[in-house]
């Protein structure tokens, strides 16, 4: 499973456009870019995927370059309810969907 | 989204007591689940991959007698903490997904164990 390197926290302030970069230089071919993210006291949540590209879903855009060994996600205008850590992940395309966390991203959203 | 609940919430025991921890997926069967922990500012952790019907696999360094996981149905598994200790006191977390390629994992809502 490709290790995945991202920035220990940002601090950011409501209504702002908040980027979070992600490195996965040794992505495998048939790994997906995945982002979940997580509240105190709560288990995570996913919030999108891709893997090549850009996506985007209701809450967030993910941007993949073309050699995916980066991937930034992009949340819209965020507000204090933001405030959570975000994990990106390099997801096997597999059946077995095993996910090795690292260490997330703190996301500190302020008024 | 599909739903995995896991019971209890929160629990606190005595040390040397047994504490059980249920992880069920609500709307869909899974063959897989998995199982966390997570202690204070830290990140999530694997501890093992359950499978319904076979043993467990564990991650290198969880005792597999420690903590026993029973996956007896296609929407049940269990986490045992067998003997607790205080430092068990954790954040346990368990996932399943639909067994298809990249499929994403729904996670429960966490159990806070608290050994005393």
């Known amino acids: 499973l490709a290790k995945t390197t991202q920035p220990i926290s940002m601090d950011s302030y409501e209504g702002q456009e908040v980027n979070i970069t992600c490195s996965h230089n040794n992505i495998a071919t048939n790994d997906y870019i995945t982002w979940y993210q997580q509240f105190p006291s709560q288990g995570p949540r996913f919030i999108i995927q891709g893997y090549k590209t850009k996506v985007t879903n209701e809450v967030a855009s993910l941007f993949i370059p073309a050699d995916r060994k980066s991937s930034t996600l992009s949340l819209p205008r965020v507000s204090l309810s933001d405030t959570a850590v975000y994990y990106c992940l390099a997801v096997k395309g597999g059946a077995t969907n095993k996910l090795i966390f690292g260490t997330g991203t703190l996301l500190a959203v302020q008024p | 989204g599909a739903v995995v609940s896991q019971h209890p919430s929160w629990v606190i025991c005595k040390s040397g007591t047994s504490v059980k921890i249920e992880c069920r997926s609500l709307d869909f069967q899974a063959t897989t689940m998995f199982w966390y922990r997570q202690f204070p500012k830290q990140s999530l952790m694997l501890m093992a991959t359950?499978?319904?019907?076979?043993?467990?696999?564990?991650e290198q360094g969880v005792e597999k007698d420690k903590f026993l996981i029973n996956h007896a149905s296609l929407t049940l598994s269990t986490l045992t903490v067998t003997s607790a200790h205080p430092e068990d006191s954790s954040f346990y977390i368990c996932?399943?997904?639909?067994?298809?390629?990249?499929?994403?994992?729904?996670f429960g809502q966490g159990t806070r164990l608290t050994v005393v």
């Open positions: 359950s499978n319904e019907g076979s043993k467990a696999t564990y």
């Open positions: 996932s399943a997904s639909y067994d298809r390629d990249g499929a994403e994992a729904f």
